[in-house]
């Protein structure tokens, strides 16, 4: 299976070169403008390859790139705002910690007269930012659904395992889930959400198993709550399960190709197309394009299956 194995070398392209840069920032020439890369965290595999995009696009079009992280703490991310404030960058492409709260940080930074490009969690009044990119969630939910219905057919019951309930994204994925499910001929046995990564999947299948042993499987709200739950029937000794999820990180094409686990398809973010155009679309607001997006527009881009 090809696929997987270029996600894990961009995955691992990705880890050696943020590495590079928090460990050796280099002093920028003459006159050339910083944009700031904001995203929550670098634990989790997408979000590694969304800031190597947003970074190597920076790069390659003439900036310096600096990377910050607020672990989705919008403490953090407030100090994240001072910071590009105080080193005066040209602007800043934002994968925000809140979709509510963070609406503070940014309307700060562009009080500052920073531009800002909003990319994959969106801000629940987007016109807060120049403009927005993020995945179509709705279609990622409504695909993986897709898969798992043609892997365990129209006739049992299932479980979902969505992400934090106050979480948009969440809400989404949730909704394109049911989209598909709810017209599929399958009974949903059981439904928890307020899992985030593969610890809390792991727990919360494994409380569902218990409790609903005929069950054909789980859909979840990503891909790290997705590998708990197959790690969770892996430890339970069943088979012939189905879990799916919603990403496209290197562990799940991993778990994919090993043929050996229960988690069997995932809905893949466009995640380095949205650095990439962030980042074009903070070039061109720079550079005072006529098409620049200063309007608080929001693009959604297509998911792909993997599987």
């Known amino acids: 299976m090809t696929l997987p194995r270029r996600v894990h070398a961009q995955l691992m392209g990705a880890v050696a070169a943020i590495g590079v840069l928090l460990a050796a920032p280099q002093a920028s020439a003459a006159g050339q403008k910083t944009i700031a890369i904001i995203v929550p ?36 991310e407030l ?20 979709p509510d709260a963070s609406e503070v940080s940014v ?28 995945s179509d969630n709705f279609q990622c939910g409504a ?3 897709q898969a798992f219905v043609d892997l365990v057919g129209h006739k049992g019951t299932y479980a979902e395992i969505s992400g934090p309930a106050a979480d948009a994204m969440s809400r989404t994925r949730s909704s394109g889930y049911h989209s598909v499910l709810d017209k599929s001929g399958l009974t949903m046995a059981a439904q928890e959400g307020g899992a985030r990564d593969q610890t809390k999947g792991f727990q919360t299948a494994g409380s569902i198993l218990q409790a609903h042993p005929d069950i054909l499987g789980f859909v979840t709200g990503n891909d790290s709550i997705g590998l708990g739950a197959a790690a969770a029937i892996k430890a339970q000794g069943k088979k012939n399960l189905v879990v799916v999820g919603i990403d496209g990180g290197a562990d799940a094409a991993q778990a994919m190709e090993s043929k050996t686990s229960a988690f069997k398809a995932t809905a893949a973010q466009p995640v380095a197309a949205q650095g990439e155009q962030g980042v074009i679309a903070m070039d061109k607001i720079l550079k005072g394009d006529k098409d620049a997006p200063t309007d608080g527009r929001v693009q959604l881009l297509p998911c792909t299956l993997m599987k």
């Open 41 to 76: 965290t670098l634990k989790v595999a997408v979000l590694q390859i969304e800031s190597k995009a947003a970074i190597d696009m920076a790069e390659k079009l003439g900036y310096k790139a600096i990377l910050l992280t607020h672990d989705f703490n919008t403490a953090r």
């Open 107 to 134: 309307k700060k930074v562009r009080d500052a007269g920073i531009p800002v490009i909003n990319i994959d969690r969106v801000l629940t009044k987007p016109k807060i930012a120049d403009a927005s990119l993020q």
């Open 79 to 98: 100090k994240d705002a001072d910071q590009i404030i105080t080193e005066k960058v040209a602007g800043a492409v934002w994968n925000v910690a809140d």
């Open 143 to 145: 695909l993986a659904a």
